[in-house]
Protein backbone atom coordinates (compact mmCIF):
# COMPACT_ATOMS: atom_id res chain seq x y z
CA UNK A 1 0.00 0.00 0.00
CA UNK A 2 1.36 3.60 -0.71
CA UNK A 3 2.42 5.51 2.08
CA UNK A 4 -0.02 8.25 1.45
CA UNK A 5 -2.69 5.75 1.15
CA UNK A 6 -2.06 4.07 4.58
CA UNK A 7 -1.61 7.53 6.39
CA UNK A 8 -5.77 8.95 5.00
CA UNK A 9 -7.16 5.39 5.90
CA UNK A 10 -5.46 5.84 9.53
CA UNK A 11 -6.58 9.72 9.57
CA UNK A 12 -10.14 8.29 8.17
CA UNK A 13 -10.30 5.86 11.64
CA UNK A 14 -8.96 8.85 13.75
CA UNK A 15 -5.92 6.47 14.76
CA UNK A 16 -2.24 6.79 14.07
CA UNK A 17 -0.02 4.99 11.31
CA UNK A 18 3.30 3.81 13.77
CA UNK A 19 6.50 2.32 11.91
CA UNK A 20 6.42 -1.14 13.11
CA UNK A 21 9.86 -2.64 11.27
CA UNK A 22 11.08 0.34 9.26
CA UNK A 23 14.23 -1.08 7.57
CA UNK A 24 12.48 -3.99 5.56
CA UNK A 25 11.38 -3.31 2.09
CA UNK A 26 8.60 -1.97 2.44
CA UNK A 27 8.55 -0.81 5.98
CA UNK A 28 6.30 -2.40 7.98
CA UNK A 29 3.26 -0.27 9.36
CA UNK A 30 0.51 -0.46 11.88
CA UNK A 31 -2.68 1.38 12.16
CA UNK A 32 -3.17 2.19 16.25
CA UNK A 33 -3.77 4.73 18.82
CA UNK A 34 -0.21 4.97 19.65
CA UNK A 35 -1.34 7.35 22.54
CA UNK A 36 -3.19 4.16 24.00
CA UNK A 37 -0.50 1.99 23.70
CA UNK A 38 2.03 4.44 25.11
CA UNK A 39 -0.29 4.43 28.14
CA UNK A 40 -1.13 0.54 28.52
CA UNK A 41 3.27 0.29 28.40
CA UNK A 42 4.09 2.34 31.32
CA UNK A 43 0.87 0.86 33.38
CA UNK A 44 2.47 -2.76 32.69
CA UNK A 45 5.85 -1.59 33.28
CA UNK A 46 4.72 0.19 36.90
CA UNK A 47 3.29 -3.17 37.31
CA UNK A 48 6.08 -4.99 36.69
CA UNK A 49 8.47 -2.72 38.68
CA UNK A 50 5.99 -2.79 41.62
CA UNK A 51 6.17 -6.85 41.74
CA UNK A 52 9.89 -7.20 41.74
CA UNK A 53 11.24 -7.67 45.13
CA UNK A 54 14.70 -5.36 45.38
CA UNK A 55 16.83 -7.28 48.06
CA UNK A 56 19.23 -4.53 50.18
CA UNK A 57 22.52 -5.33 51.57
CA UNK A 58 22.85 -5.10 55.14
CA UNK A 59 26.10 -5.05 57.45
CA UNK A 60 27.36 -6.57 60.33
CA UNK A 61 30.14 -6.01 62.03
CA UNK A 62 32.12 -8.74 64.41
CA UNK A 63 35.50 -8.15 66.33
CA UNK A 64 38.38 -10.60 66.79
CA UNK A 65 37.64 -11.55 70.46
CA UNK A 66 33.92 -11.09 70.84
CA UNK A 67 31.90 -12.92 73.65
CA UNK A 68 29.48 -15.41 73.23
CA UNK A 69 26.07 -13.34 73.86
CA UNK A 70 27.72 -10.85 71.71
CA UNK A 71 27.96 -13.13 68.94
CA UNK A 72 24.38 -14.92 69.39
CA UNK A 73 22.78 -10.90 69.59
CA UNK A 74 23.98 -10.18 66.08
CA UNK A 75 23.32 -13.98 64.61
CA UNK A 76 19.48 -12.87 65.89
CA UNK A 77 20.09 -9.38 64.28
CA UNK A 78 21.28 -10.61 61.01
CA UNK A 79 18.69 -13.67 61.08
CA UNK A 80 16.17 -11.25 61.29
CA UNK A 81 17.16 -9.19 57.78
CA UNK A 82 17.87 -12.96 56.39
CA UNK A 83 14.45 -13.72 56.71
CA UNK A 84 13.21 -10.40 55.47
CA UNK A 85 15.10 -11.52 52.44
CA UNK A 86 17.98 -9.44 52.49
CA UNK A 87 21.51 -10.30 51.79
CA UNK A 88 24.12 -9.96 54.92
CA UNK A 89 27.63 -8.64 54.62
CA UNK A 90 29.75 -9.71 57.75
CA UNK A 91 32.78 -7.91 58.42
CA UNK A 92 35.53 -7.82 60.66
CA UNK A 93 38.01 -5.12 61.44
CA UNK A 94 41.83 -6.18 62.37
CA UNK A 95 43.49 -3.80 64.70
CA UNK A 96 46.95 -3.23 65.27
CA UNK A 97 48.51 -6.78 65.81
CA UNK A 98 45.71 -8.68 65.19
CA UNK A 99 46.52 -8.26 61.43
CA UNK A 100 49.32 -10.88 62.39
CA UNK A 101 46.27 -13.48 63.38
CA UNK A 102 43.94 -13.37 60.67
CA UNK A 103 43.18 -17.03 60.91
CA UNK A 104 41.65 -15.80 64.09
CA UNK A 105 39.40 -13.98 62.71
CA UNK A 106 38.29 -16.39 59.72
CA UNK A 107 37.33 -18.90 62.91
CA UNK A 108 35.21 -15.81 64.10
CA UNK A 109 33.53 -15.96 60.96
CA UNK A 110 33.09 -19.48 60.37
CA UNK A 111 31.73 -19.64 64.17
CA UNK A 112 29.65 -17.01 63.16
CA UNK A 113 28.07 -18.78 59.83
CA UNK A 114 27.46 -22.02 61.68
CA UNK A 115 24.69 -20.20 63.97
CA UNK A 116 23.17 -18.69 61.26
CA UNK A 117 23.37 -21.72 58.44
CA UNK A 118 19.64 -22.72 58.77
CA UNK A 119 18.50 -19.94 57.53
CA UNK A 120 21.25 -18.71 54.96
CA UNK A 121 24.18 -20.26 52.72
CA UNK A 122 27.53 -18.81 52.24
CA UNK A 123 27.41 -15.91 48.99
CA UNK A 124 31.05 -15.74 49.98
CA UNK A 125 33.63 -17.52 51.80
CA UNK A 126 35.58 -15.34 54.17
CA UNK A 127 38.51 -13.17 52.82
CA UNK A 128 41.26 -11.14 54.04
CA UNK A 129 40.79 -7.69 52.23
CA UNK A 130 43.72 -5.61 53.64
CA UNK A 131 42.12 -4.82 57.52
CA UNK A 132 39.03 -6.59 57.07
CA UNK A 133 37.58 -10.00 56.64
CA UNK A 134 34.54 -10.36 54.81
CA UNK A 135 31.74 -12.43 54.46
CA UNK A 136 28.78 -12.18 52.74
CA UNK A 137 25.31 -14.39 53.50
CA UNK A 138 22.13 -14.85 51.75
CA UNK A 139 18.91 -16.49 52.29
CA UNK A 140 18.11 -19.99 51.04
CA UNK A 141 17.27 -20.11 47.68
CA UNK A 142 14.14 -22.43 47.78
Known amino acids: MQTRDAI ?3 EDKELDLVKINATSN ?5 IMDYGKYKFDKQKSEKEAKKNQKTTEMKEIWLSMNIGQHDIETKVKAAQKFIVNGDKVKVALRMKGRQQAHSRIGV ?3 HRF ?7 AQKEKEPSTEGRQII ?4 PIKK
Do not use: G, T
Open 113 to 119: FELVKEV
Open 8 to 10: RLA
Open 107 to 109: DVM
Open 135 to 138: MIIA
Open 26 to 30: PPVCK
